[in-house]
């Protein structure tokens, strides 16, 4: 089995090293493989000391960017140079143990129907050690609220540590520059019919270095994703509760008018109108762009087909 491996890193100066070695011991087995660094503009010595071991490591690769274009960007730059057909992809902190790695693997190599396989933390037997406990918490339940979103039944969907297929990634039209990269690969997966896999896993938090991940931007960044995969999430849920306060005050003012006590004039009364006409407007709304989030999937497939078919071609 031959694999590529990639790493995104940024500014990882103190784990760039350590996680080279222990990953090129990991694959040592393994008849052939790559290691593909890809440098996203690090300000201190990341790509010095990549360049550095692969001078002693002929399976290591280094690609830099001139300037930082974020996570998606850096993994798009690996997927394109890589050159076997199964890829793996991995934190360059250690978070997750390159003992995975032969892990995912295996599932691939014995079911050749499974395209992509996640590891996961949060499934049962997977494991997390030394993780701030506020930031686990936003963690887990960032995974459940944008796993709902999607339609496969993964516990961990926004993590990097997976392995693919390489013709299902060649057959994705890929967007994404940050995080949310782990998402759209996942969603545009699961829309052309690709299945997945996913195995427990041990996420560790870090021990050296600052994280690169902004919580904030990227926890933002997910909650779109999940609106955008499910608009009905949000214009469903704003919908419903300003119909309900709609119907309240209506039932009030029936009850009012029952009474003999009903002032038509009342701002209550407009009030009522507005939220009615307003909750039933953006359920329709959102009913709209559900349609056109299922045209979005049959896009995929469309494009996914083309790919396929072009790189079918230029075989021949």
């Not at 049962?124 to 960032?142: C, D, H, N, Q, Y």
């Not at 390489?166 to 057959?171: E, G, P, R």
Request: hydrophobic share 45%; net charge neutral; proline share 3%.
């Amino acid at each position: 089995m031959k694999l590529s491996i990639i790493i995104p890193m940024y500014n990882e100066e103190e784990n760039v090293t350590k996680t080279l070695a222990e990953i090129a011991a990991v694959l040592q087995n393994y008849d052939d493989y790559e290691i593909l660094v890809i440098d996203d503009g690090s300000k201190d010595q990341t790509y010095e000391l990549a360049e550095k071991f692969s001078s002693n490591n002929q399976h290591v690769k280094v690609l830099k960017h001139q300037t930082n274009l974020g996570m998606g960007y850096a993994l798009r730059t690996g997927f394109e140079k890589a050159k076997y057909d199964i890829i793996v992809t991995i934190d360059a902190d250690l978070s997750y143990s390159p003992n995975h790695i032969p892990l995912l693997v295996k599932e691939l190599e014995k079911d050749e129907t499974i395209d992509i396989v996640v590891g996961s933390p949060y499934m049962a037997g997977g494991t997390v050690e030394e993780v701030p406990f506020f930031r686990l918490f936003i963690s887990k339940m960032a995974n459940k609220f944008v796993g709902f979103s999607m339609d496969e039944n993964l516990s961990t969907v926004t993590g990097i540590l997976r392995a693919y297929r390489k013709d299902v990634l060649d057959s994705l039209d890929l967007e994404s520059s940050g995080t949310a990269i782990n998402l759209e690969i996942l969603s545009k997966a699961s829309a052309t019919r690709y299945k997945f896999k996913e195995i427990p896993a041990v996420l560790k938090g870090r021990k050296l270095g600052e994280s690169k991940l902004r919580f904030r931007a990227t926890t933002i960044s997910h909650l779109l994703f999940s609106f955008y995969e499910k608009p009905m999430i949000l214009f469903g849920f704003i919908g419903f509760f300003m119909l309900i306060i709609g119907i309240i005050s209506a039932i009030y003012l029936f009850n009012q008018y029952l009474n003999g006590s009903l002032d038509p004039n009342r701002p209550l009364m407009l009030f009522m109108v507005l939220m009615i006409i307003s909750g039933i407007q953006i359920l329709i709304f959102g009913f709209v762009a559900t349609q056109i989030s299922n045209l979005k999937r049959e896009l995929y497939i469309i494009q996914k087909e083309n790919k396929l078919l072009k790189r079918y071609l230029i075989k021949k």
